[in-house]
């Protein structure tokens, strides 16, 4: 008995202290020994192996056991689920329930964390089920799981009655509730409720809830409660600068609330600065365009040497030049990528691809994703979003397919690329298929996006009165988001009556966003109703409303130069115009061309409105790059970026100056990709 008790005692220091090497020494003496049929040592031994993440020796071990308890169960649940195997962990608790040994507590918090990893909250409900029926539900140990795994599901409403259900709250109670509202979104108000409510009730705040707190702020933007936290931290005697956690949330909230100056001051006061808190600066100065800063911070960061560059900063600094099509930018970081171990993260990875094909580079993109050693749901969706924005639908679809024959589960963004996809190239039979598919598939349920896609498809191929039909007796509730697809179709096809009829419902809905009246604007101005047109544009004026002005940018000799509609700030404006002229006289005379002037919307001469017409962004940064020469370069592609949809004149005046130049245009819009060559577009005039 005593050796017994000699060989747990030291299996637990190896446990405690990862030593699978003397583990397994241990191990080998216990079988030599003779105890290898000592429940309580084989559990020891399960423990050690799963602590030192060694699951095939830990599995063995119980595998071999004659009798198991509640013990022996619950440490291999353990195990799983410390490796992150939710599916094992639920799968072990199937086959624990068949057997004559009863769940305990601890093997029901484990249980729920699997369920909370898989979010599935149908897993997560039957085994709150279980432990109601034992009554484990009432223990605080279960009950912080309940909240926590019905939060990672997004039931909030459920893990809220959880909360309510346990007898006593204690801080971790509290801690996880207010972790679960932050991380949820459109529920970071209620976590700032709770926090105030939780003082009330006497209990005290700690770190954890410091920062889950400062998290929600960061989402809702509520940068005065927010700093109110960072004064509290202080009076309360928390040494803000030495904790990473907290440091690095309050940086994180200053920064998205855009409040860079305070960020970069505590950032300075750091005397450790970890790999969190460049993160958060890099990217906040780069997200709000102080490139040249962001880099610089970046090369301290690279060249300092203590610390290493992680994932999630390369993937998100990757990301940002994605978002801004600065391809120069983004192939040097994919280099840096290749030299450091983080580069081989899979969130990289997916990264690049994102940025190769929102730069308008697809073939690397392609050659980029065949090359990936392993892909998940993450990159196949990137490829397939790519895919739809450039127009090639039937790409989309064969890789959908493929990806579910490599057995890769599609999740809701996946169903949405592939929907946006086909929408975009008109794929009306497939889009319906893929619908279908997704709303009979039980793990997955349509969201108002899918059904926006639906009537997106619908709306471009002028079936409008379907359209209307679908919004109209979906099962969940319109949005503005939805009734704006359809108006836009109205504008496309200008229908009028359609248009009128959805435009009362939008402003009813939604008074004050200019959106709605520009689109309904807009709709009676292609009518000719100029009246009306200026009715609701006086109406803007007067609730101070503005529109998203339009810019496009182009990169010349690696600068990038970025226009404004009616732009005439740039030294060489003069040029681009007599440029632009020159092209529309050229286009004139061969190509048969004439401007547009309905997509003016301006109740004046026709003159006038060429005049407009010329000065739209994309048409400046396509004058600069033909006046830096651009169009005396063989092979060369003319790239230029907006961030607003492109307008019908300016579709048709770059169609004719790829057909008279002989040039390939590639113009990203917030809609797609287009790409002119030989006088069409790969939109085929559909977007």
Known sequence: MIEQLRLSKLLRICSRNLFVKQGMQLHAAVVTMGFWFDMIISNDLIDMYCKCRRMDSAYSVFDRMSERNVVSWTALLWGFLHQGNAEDTLGLLSRMC?????????????????????????????????????????????????????????????????????????????????????????????????????????????????????KACSSSGAIQEGAQAHAALITRGFEVQQDTVVVGALIDLYVKCGHLFEARKLFNQIEQKYVTSWTALVLGYAQEGDLLEAMELFRQLREGGNQLVDGFLLSGLIGVFADFAFIQQGKQLHSYAIKVPSGLHLSVANSIVDMYLKCGLVEEAERFFSEMPTRNVVSYSTMITGYGKHGLGKKAVFLFDKMLLENVRPDQV??????????????????????????????????????????????????????????????????????????????????????????????????????????????????????ECERLRNVLKRKKLKKEVGQSWVEINKEIHIFYGGDDTHPLIDKIHEVLMQMERRLKQEFGYASEVRF????????????????????????LALLSGANEKDGHVIRVFKNLRVCGDCHEFIKGLSKILGKVFLVRDASRFHK????????????
């Open 98 to 214: 068949s057997s004559d040994v009863r769940p305990n507590e601890y093997t029901f918090s484990t249980s729920l964390k699997a369920c909370g990893l898989v979010g599935i909250p149908e897993n997560g409900v039957q085994v709150h089920g279980m432990c109601v029926k034992t009554g484990y539900d009432l223990f605080s140990v279960v009950g912080n799981a309940l909240i926590d795994m019905y939060a990672k599901c997004g039931r909030m409403s459920e893990a809220g009655s959880a909360f309510d259900g346990l007898p006593a709250r204690e801080l971790i109670t509290w801690n996880t509730l207010i972790a679960g509202h932050s991380s949820c979104e459109g529920n970071s108000e209620r976590a700032l409720v709770l926090f105030k409510k939780m003082q009330k009730q006497g209990a005290s705040p700690d770190k954890f809830t410091f920062t889950s707190m400062l």
């Open 676 to 687: 002119f060559e030989d006088g069409s577009c790969s939109c085929k005039d559909y977007w």
């Open 600 to 623: 003016a919307l301006r109740d004046v001469e026709e003159e006038s409105k060429e005049e407009n017409l010329r000065v739209h962004s994309e048409k400046l940064a396509i004058g």
């Open 414 to 531: 996946t169903y949405l690329t592939i929907l946006s996809a086909c929408s975009h190239s008109g794929l009306i039979e497939e889009c319906q298929e893929y619908f279908f598919r997704l709303c009979k598939d039980r793990w997955i349920k349509p969201k108002l996006e899918h059904y926006a896609c639906m009537v997106d498809l619908l709306g471009r191929a002028g079936r409008l009165r379907e359209a209307k039909n679908l919004v109209e007796s979906m099962p969940l509730k319109p949005d503005t988001g939805i009734w704006q697809t359809l108006l836009s179709a109205c504008k496309v096809h200008g229908h009028l009556e359609m248009g009128k009829e959805v435009g009362k419902i939008l402003l009813r809905l939604d008074e004050d966003n200019p959106v709605n009246y520009v689109l309904m604007s807009n709709i009676y101005a292609n009518a000719g109703c100029w009246k």
